[in-house]
């Protein structure tokens, strides 16, 4: 299986601040690579897919970005609703691994 | 706009079949690939399997023993069997559309299924 790690596990950031979170593939899996944002209670919600493609309806804010084997999210000034746990997940080959997460607190 | 809908029994008993069915509707089953995911409380999400609307099925090897996706395409429903469940298959249990390239777009809001006795 294709192991997904997430870096770091958690965060404090402040409203506007620029967060960035990087999730390294165990092997190579090209631009397969899907983030996701959940707050408590809810389903994820797709933000980004094949590394840098934003999803239809999610902010300008969120940027994907890939460098071998290392992913980026970025989010380029942090909003309130944004203070979610992000996760990655790889859909390069079956089983189709997610990262353990990230969550993004408020400082 | 596509929603899904998780529906099925909370609490099942241990050495029972867990079974969801996955409810769609704004949409057609038809042409995409469908997928069950879960993650246990306070966890992280792990991937089940998924199937597609003519009924070829990919299942987690972690799982692929005890786990049977079929798809109803004239009810517009998908479903999930999981047999000789343990406590450690105590899960909120999504249902998600899936493209071709294996990401997920829409989400069921979730169903908790409790393993226990």
């Known amino acids: 299986d294709i192991q997904m790690t997430q870096s770091p596990s958690s965060l404090s950031a402040s409203v506007g601040d620029r967060v960035t979170i990087t999730c390294r593939a165990s092997?190579?899996?090209?631009?397969?690579l899907n983030w996701y944002q959940q707050t408590p209670g809810r389903a994820p919600k797709l933000l980004i897919f094949a590394a840098s493609n934003l999803q239809t309806g999610v902010p300008s804010r969120f940027r994907g970005s890939e460098s071998g084997t290392d992913f980026t999210l970025t989010i380029t000034s942090l909003q309130p609703e944004d203070f979610a746990t992000y996760y990655c997940?790889?859909?390069?080959?079956?089983?189709?691994?997610f990262g353990g997460g990230t969550k993004v607190e408020i400082k | 706009q596509v929603q899904l809908q998780e529906s099925g029994p909370g609490l099942v008993k241990p050495s029972e079949t867990l079974s969801l069915i996955c409810t769609v509707s704004?949409?057609?089953?038809?042409?995409?690939?469908w997928s069950w995911i879960r993650q246990a409380p306070g966890k992280g999400l792990e991937w089940i399997g998924s199937i597609y609307y003519s009924g070829s099925t990919n299942y987690n090897p972690s799982l692929r023993s005890r786990v049977t996706i079929s798809i109803d395409t004239a009810k517009n429903q998908f479903s999930l069997k999981l047999t000789s469940v343990t406590a450690a298959d105590t899960a909120v249990y999504y249902c998600?559309?899936?493209?071709?390239?294996?990401?997920?777009?829409?989400w069921g809001q979730g169903a908790l299924v409790i393993v226990s006795s």
């Open positions: 997940q790889q859909s390069y080959s079956s089983p189709f691994t």
């Open positions: 998600a559309r899936t493209w071709q390239q294996y990401h997920f777009d829409y």
């Open positions: 704004g949409g057609s089953i038809n042409t995409y690939y």
């Open positions: 092997q190579s899996i090209s631009f397969f």
